[in-house]
T-cell receptor, first 117, second 114 residues
Framework: GAVVSQHPSWVICKSGTSVKIECRSLDFQATTMFWYRQFPKQSLMLMATSNEGSKATYEQGVEKDKFLINHASLTLSTLTVTSAHPEDSSFYIC?????????????FGDGTRLSIL | AQKVTQAQTEISVVEKEDVTLDCVYETRDTTYYLFWYKQPPSGELVFLIRRNSFDEQNEISGRYSWNFQKSTSSFNFTITASQVVDSAVYFCAEEETSGSRLTFGEGTQLTVNP
């Protein structure tokens, strides 16, 4: 089945640091990748939709200058949390859709736990 | 706009009991998909089922069953003979086929006690 790999799975860093999270589709090409954020005991909230070769579409309330998304290839999207602060601590999870098949489900990575001290 | 409501925040049962997790959705789309995911404490999302809005047949997979009622906009999930390993947060979600936006419910924390 379709596999999405997310790295790192866990990161702790100091306030003010920028953190990059990678999302890779290992055995399929993904035209579209999605980034979600989940705070403790809450639901998953879509942050942005990333299309290969174009700018990401951000959801209302998500700062695009703080959460930089790059989707330079059909198998890799990255999310960079710039100048991270404790309130950015959360569980970030990506998903990917098979290119050319709009009725295929999203395949999720295992998520990244980000802790900002 | 899409909205998914899981009214049960937490459910606690004893092993071998049957348990039903409720899900009610709102959408303006005529074509959409409904999902259930399991999220164990480790955090990853485990895909359980996807249902097309045109397919109202109920589905059974082992101890899991799903009841889709378009008339009441509900997509309920039943676990028969629950086990401790079923303890997790369960999310219901809806996806617009037009935009591929996936909207999650708030989740139901299921605890199965031995």
């Amino acid at each position: 089945g379709a596999v999405v790999s997310q790295h790192p799975s866990w990161v702790i860093c100091k306030s003010g640091t920028s953190v990059k999270i990678e999302c890779r589709s290992l055995d399929f090409q993904a035209t579209t990748m999605f980034w979600y954020r989940q705070f403790p005991k809450q639901s998953l909230m879509l942050m942005a939709t990333s299309n290969e070769g174009s700018k990401a579409t951000y959801e209302q309330g998500v700062e695009k200058d703080k959460f930089l998304i790059n989707h330079a290839s059909l198998t890799l999207s990255t999310l960079t949390v710039t100048s991270a602060h404790p309130e950015d601590s959360s569980f970030y999870i990506c998903s990917a859709k098979l290119a050319g098949w709009s009725n295929q489900p999203q395949h999720f990575g295992d998520g990244t736990r980000l802790s900002i001290l | 706009a899409q909205k998914v409501t899981q009214a049960q925040t937490e459910i606690s049962v004893v092993e071998k009991e049957d348990v039903t997790l409720d899900c009610v959705y709102e959408t303006r789309d005529t074509t959409y998909y409904l999902f259930w995911y399991k999220q164990p404490p480790s955090g990853e999302l485990v895909f359980l089922i996807r249902r097309n809005s045109f397919d109202e047949q109920n589905e059974i997979s082992g101890r899991y069953s799903w009841n889709f009622q378009k008339s009441t906009s509900s997509f309920n999930f039943t676990i028969t003979a629950s086990q401790v390993v079923d303890s997790a947060v369960y999310f219901c979600a809806e996806e617009e086929t037009s935009g591929s936006r996936l909207t999650f419910g708030e989740g139901t924390q299921l605890t199965v006690n031995p």
